[in-house]
């Protein structure tokens, strides 16, 4: 069972920048792919982006291409979300979750974070 906690949401400026980080508590963490979620009130569970297992492979949402970045260190059991370029409608929980295969749908992911709260005021 793979636990994942998120930390580093707040509240930011439009135009700011915020860090997300997940820590997992599997030491076979470079076993998973990584995927990024959220989730605005009264809207489903949007993905943002994934990472590949050895972190070669990313890929992203149309919604924040060119301004967010997902990275990961194996070492130490964490993905981050580096979040740019901040819009209101980035407002939203965060959701870090992992798998083994992963992909673009968050059906196809098993373990999933608590989720962590970004709110960007315009």
């Known amino acids: 069972q793979v636990q994942l906690a998120e930390s580093g949401g707040g509240l930011v400026q439009a135009g700011g920048s915020l860090r997300l980080s997940c820590a997992a508590s599997e030491r076979t963490f470079s076993s998973y792919v990584m995927g990024w979620f959220r989730q605005a009130p009264g809207k489903g569970r949007e993905f943002v982006g994934a990472i590949s297992r050895s972190a070669d492979s990313t890929n992203y949402a149309d919604s924040v291409k060119g301004r967010f970045t997902i990275s990961r260190d194996n070492a130490e059991n964490t993905v981050y979300l580096q979040m740019n370029s901040l819009k209101p409608e980035d407002t939203a929980v965060y959701y870090c979750?992992?798998?083994?295969?992963?992909?673009?749908?968050?059906?196809?992911?098993?373990?999933w974070g608590q989720g962590t709260q970004v709110t960007v005021s315009s």
């Open positions: 979750a992992g798998d083994r295969s992963g992909g673009s749908t968050w059906l196809q992911y098993d373990y």
